[in-house]
């Protein structure tokens, strides 16, 4: 891969401008930064003493085009943490290069940002991961990243990072150890668990094929964001945590009818799960035993 869309072509400067302009706007010196996923949006809005700011009034900003990214950027006050939210991301499929998709986060660090906060919806490929669930991530899958789309592609900028950053320990394991911690104390521990994120590309969703490779490969959650905001994050220094609200299962095979009355039968729940299908026999696939007939 070469050319426009998978080349940082902004410098240090490009940055610079856009922290120089939100700190001359605001009072606030965030600490902490956050990104909103689909639909979370509504995180920001706990922020106390807020200064917003569209997107389209950010000097040098991307803008959202997505539903459920409302385009703003939101300072305040959150438990006694200064923080800046961003009410909704940009995605490589929306036509960002990966330079403007990650651009956010360098501008973040010019700001003073120490922690990284990424969120996002996300399909589950694990069987004990449910719809309305939350995964701490603790490792993700760039598969972009892998075929060589890198928001670091292009001359490295070494005010940032090193040209070879190691990604080994992106997800702080102590802030997921509080998170886990916070959940038992909250009560809704059986909700949260860890697993790894794996990014695609989008904006298709996956065909069985692709999920079923996922899920061998080891991920348990997958969307179209996050890992290349964290590989510009790790680079730069920052701390990560991630987390992603589970919103979708993915089939991990055709569902055929047959199949699917074998496993509610034998299951009595969670008849699309193929995890597990029943392979007919031979003589059962000539005469197919009947729903409710042990
Ligand atoms: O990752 P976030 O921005 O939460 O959004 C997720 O939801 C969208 C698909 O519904 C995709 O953009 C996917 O990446």
């Not at 040098?60 to 703003?72: D, L, W, Y």
């Not at 949260?192 to 794996?198: L, S």
């Amino acid at each position: 891969p070469s050319g426009g869309l998978n080349r940082c072509v902004c410098v240090h400067d490009d940055y610079q401008k856009t922290a120089d302009w939100l700190l001359s706007q605001t009072k606030h010196r965030p600490q902490v930064a956050i990104i909103c996923g689909s639909g979370l949006g509504m995180l920001a809005d706990a922020l106390k003493c807020q200064d917003a700011f569209h997107y389209t009034d950010i000097p040098g900003f991307p803008q959202s085009t997505v539903q459920g990214h409302a385009g703003r950027l939101v300072f305040g006050e959150l438990k006694g943490k200064t923080c800046v939210c961003m009410q909704g991301r940009f995605h490589m499929y929306e036509g960002h290069s990966l330079c403007k998709t990650t651009f956010p986060v360098r501008v973040f660090k010019l700001l003073g940002v120490e922690t990284l906060i990424v969120t996002n919806a996300a399909g589950s490929l694990a069987d004990g991961l449910k719809p309305g669930d939350i995964m701490i991530i603790k490792d993700h899958v760039n598969f972009p990243g892998l075929g060589g789309f890198n928001p670091l592609n292009g001359p490295n900028d070494d005010k940032f990072g090193p040209r070879f950053p190691a990604m080994s320990a992106c997800y702080n394991p102590g802030l997921r150890c509080l998170a886990m911690d916070i959940a038992k104390q909250q009560g809704v521990a059986e909700l949260v668990q860890e697993g790894v994120y794996a990014a695609v590309g989008g904006p298709n969703f996956e065909t069985i094929a692709e999920a079923k490779l996922m899920h061998r490969l080891g991920v348990d959650a997958v969307g179209m964001s996050t890992a290349p905001e964290v590989v510009v994050a790790v680079h730069c220094g920052l701390r990560v945590f991630g987390i992603s609200l589970i919103t979708n299962k993915r089939p991990l095979s055709p569902v055929s009818a047959e199949i699917m009355m074998l496993q509610k039968n034998k299951h009595k729940k969670r008849v699309w799960s193929t995890r597990r299908p029943v392979i007919l026999q031979k003589d059962q696939r000539a005469n197919p035993p009947q729903v409710g007939v042990a």
